[in-house]
């Protein structure tokens, strides 16, 4: 019913930039927000960014790190600048959203894209 697909994940060096897109397709109806988390082996999944009614950032990508939306095209993005090594992880799209059939709104997650920051 929705699909949330992520793209510009890769190999970059520290110091450098990616910029993270997540398109969301399918029944929906409304969405609520929309961010960004991430993930290692061996932790729980952090969050890094949300924008909804408000934004809010991860303490350690604040001021590197922006996220913004274009809520025509359902879709966010996530500026990643002055990356660093502890910034490698599988960053996961998020969003919660009213579908066409749901009276309440529910998370629905993208499949992950590998960022990997490293010389």
């Known amino acids: 019913q929705v699909q949330l697909v992520e793209s510009g994940g890769g190999l970059v060096q520290p110091g450098g930039s990616l910029r993270l897109s997540c398109a969301a397709s399918?029944?929906?109806?409304?969405?609520?927000?929309m961010g960004w988390y991430r993930q290692v082996p061996g932790k729980e999944r952090e969050l890094v960014a949300v924008?909804?009614?408000?934004?809010n950032y991860g303490d350690s990508v604040k001021g590197r790190f922006t996220i913004s939306r274009d809520i025509a095209k359902n879709t966010v993005y996530l500026q990643m600048n002055s990356l660093k090594p502890e910034d490698t992880a599988v960053y996961y799209c998020?969003?919660?959203?009213?579908?066409?059939?749901?009276?309440?709104?529910?998370?629905?997650w993208g499949q992950g894209t590998q960022v990997t920051v490293s010389s």
């Open positions: 998020n969003a919660l959203l009213h579908t066409t059939t749901s009276y309440y709104a529910r998370d629905y």
């Open positions: 399918g029944s929906i109806s409304s969405i609520n927000a």
């Open positions: 924008i909804g009614g408000s934004t």
